[in-house]
């Protein structure tokens, strides 16, 4: 099964579906795109999706950083993956590899979506929760200890809308950078739009969408996300309690 290459792999998966003859033959398929995934493990070849949009997703997936992505998002796909402390300090240290640049005791958790890893720069501590999207096909920084929650997607890409001698899905990509400080936290389900820049200490609550830049202490909300309040310093040095 290993020897078979993708293009017969699909060419057997159209003639079953043709057939019908598919049903109760679905781990005879699998089995072979299995074969798939054992040659770009042992090879590290793999064939790089066309971009319809005319991006250009080829040239961030065009070297051996795209092994170490590969590898971590199929590694999120086995159970190992759920096997939270050790899958977190696997994706740490691949991290090493995925990112532009990354700093110290990051904590990714599972189902993170990676366009590229070559445009993101990270500080210590980032923490980013299951299942947000960091698109980076423009430059993407995060600042020390910043937490992306559960769900937020960064996308820093946008189409060309108005070359009316196309088709639309094949009008280009447009891409900007986003910028976060430290110490920030952008909320459950939030999206963060291209060409922003976002301070220090900034909240983004759930279900936002930051169109513009925020300063520093700001906390956030809205579609597109407002001011709601300023964050203002507290002196805990008495030792009282950080939710009194």
């Known amino acids: 099964m290993s020897e078979w290459t993708e293009a017969e792999v699909l060419a057997e998966l159209d003639r079953m579906v043709d057939a019908g003859e598919l049903v109760g033959q679905g781990g005879a398929f699998l089995g ?3 074969g798939l995934v054992e040659r770009f493990l042992h090879t590290g070849s793999f064939g790089i999706a066309e971009d319809p949009f005319g991006g250009k997703d080829a040239s961030l997936l065009s070297d051996d950083h795209a092994y170490y992505l590969m590898l971590w998002r199929i590694f999120d796909q086995t159970p190992a993956a759920a096997l939270a402390d050790f899958a977190i300090k696997v994706r740490r240290i691949l991290a090493k590899r995925v990112f ?6 990051v904590i990714f958790h599972h189902d993170v979506y990676i366009l590229s890893g070559r ?3 990270l500080g210590n501590g980032v923490f980013v929760n299951r299942g947000a999207t ?8 995060i600042g020390d200890h910043t937490m992306i929650a559960a769900g937020a997607i960064l996308t820093t890409h946008g ?3 108005d070359d009316f001698s196309k088709p639309l899905p094949f009008g280009g990509r447009t891409a900007a950078p986003i910028a976060i400080g430290s110490n920030s936290v952008i909320g459950f389900r939030s999206v963060v739009m291209p060409d922003v820049t ?6 983004v609550a759930s ?12 906390i956030v909300g809205g579609l597109p996300a407002k001011k709601i309040k300023e964050i203002v310093p507290r002196d805990y040095s008495d030792g009282s309690p950080a939710n009194a």
Request: hydrophobic residues 35%.
């Open 32 to 34: 072979l795109a299995d």
């Open 159 to 161: 189409h060309i809308l």
């Open 198 to 203: 976002i301070g220090d200490r900034v909240i």
């Open 207 to 218: 279900n936002s969408v930051v169109t513009s830049d925020i300063p520093d202490r700001w």
């Open 119 to 121: 445009n993101t720069s």
């Open 100 to 105: 532009k640049s990354v700093g110290e005791d």
């Open 134 to 141: 960091i698109d980076d096909r423009g430059p993407i920084t």
